[in-house]
């Protein structure tokens, strides 16, 4: 298990809920371990793949009566870990060591969630799945490889849209990032009044090019969410709001699946295929150059990067990172 406490006992969104299903093993790899999900008679578990007998996939096996069955020997277990058959000694009680090794797991916007530690906050705030105003889609999964924090750090960086998203969420005629506000607390990281012009802000609405309000919260190391005011208010005065949430989960330093999250009360919608297209074509031009970048792991304990005035974002996420004690995916 890595050593990194604040990653060991955060929560990490590793599949999407609806892939898990009954009667079959399905796997997942974080923070180099690799897991076993599979839904028992009372939730979806998440386990060590590896059966503590001799060290076999346990995916490899089936899920039978409820039970988790090994590939190699066939010893059962129970949905609470337990070892409850010995198929080679079936009148002995099995040994006490024999017992799957269980994470926590919970199951939030579409999103299974686990944590390897004991978790010490929730899963990260996303308000607008509870409020019946907005639709939430999930989309993802996208194998990133890059550290997750060099992919919040991008997803908190207004100067890289007229050249990485021409076209779409900033044009080379509007390049200035005029000054925005940072303060970190004890709920995490928040950025606010950040304006940029964009050319076309959101996928839902044909607008011509405005100016856009961003705030973002980082409520916690891999998990950023930022709330897009375009200006317009409904009949009733509502303004009228989207919000997207990044949430990263790490394979190794080098890598991990980043999932999205979007959310909006636009009365406008478009179907979900068109919202994925629209997510995919983004993230697609991020990881084309996030992925470049060198070295992988972010740099927040002494670096050869200049920052810019623009970067306050990121020099503030570095900073918090630090005293956060944050080691694994950074140098
Ligand atoms: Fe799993 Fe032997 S390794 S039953
Ligand atoms: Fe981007």
Redo the contacts with the bound molecule.
């Keep these: 298990m890595i050593g990194d406490r604040t990653l060991l006992d955060d929560w990490h969104a590793v599949a999407r809920t609806g892939d898990v299903v009954r009667g079959q093993p399905s796997v997942a790899r974080l923070l180099e371990e690799d897991l076993l999900l599979w839904r028992s008679p009372r939730g979806v578990e998440a386990w060590l793949d590896r ?1 503590p ?4 996939k346990l995916s490899l096996g089936r899920i039978h009566g409820g039970r988790v069955v ?1 590939p ?4 059962e277990y129970e949905a609470d870990g337990r070892c409850v058959r010995v198929p080679a000694h079936p009148d002995r009680p099995p040994p006490g060591q024999a017992r799957a090794t269980r994470f926590r797991t919970t199951e939030r916007y579409g999103l299974l969630w686990v944590c390897l530690g004991e978790p010490i906050r929730d899963v990260p705030p996303m308000p607008e799945s509870d409020d019946k105003g907005y639709w939430v889609h999930v989309a993802g999964r996208y194998e990133i490889s890059t550290s997750g924090y060099r992919a919040i750090e991008n997803f908190l960086d207004l100067a890289h849209f007229p050249f990485v998203h021409p076209g779409l969420l900033g044009e080379a005629s509007h390049p200035e990032v005029a000054d925005y506000d940072v303060e970190v607390t004890s709920d995490g990281m928040v950025v606010d009044n950040a304006r940029f012009w964009q050319p076309k802000p959101t996928n839902t609405i044909d607008l011509d090019g405005i100016d856009v309000s961003y705030r973002y919260h980082v409520p916690r190391p891999l998990t950023a969410r930022l709330t897009k005011d375009i200006g317009l208010r409904s009949a009733g005065g509502d303004v009228k709001r989207e919000a997207i949430m990044l949430t990263f989960a790490p394979i190794d330093e080098e890598s991990g699946i980043g999932w999205v999250l979007l959310a909006s009360n636009y009365d406008e919608q478009y179907g979900e295929e068109e919202i994925e297209a629209f997510t995919d074509l983004v993230i697609g031009q991020d990881l084309r150059i996030i992925e470049s970048q060198r070295p992988k792991r972010l740099p927040i304990r002494g670096t050869d990067e200049f920052s810019l005035p623009a970067d306050r974002a990121s020099v503030h996420y570095r900073r918090w990172l630090r005293s956060l004690g944050v080691t694994y995916g950074t140098v």
């Design positions: 059966c007998h001799r060290g076999a090994c190699y020997h066939g010893l």
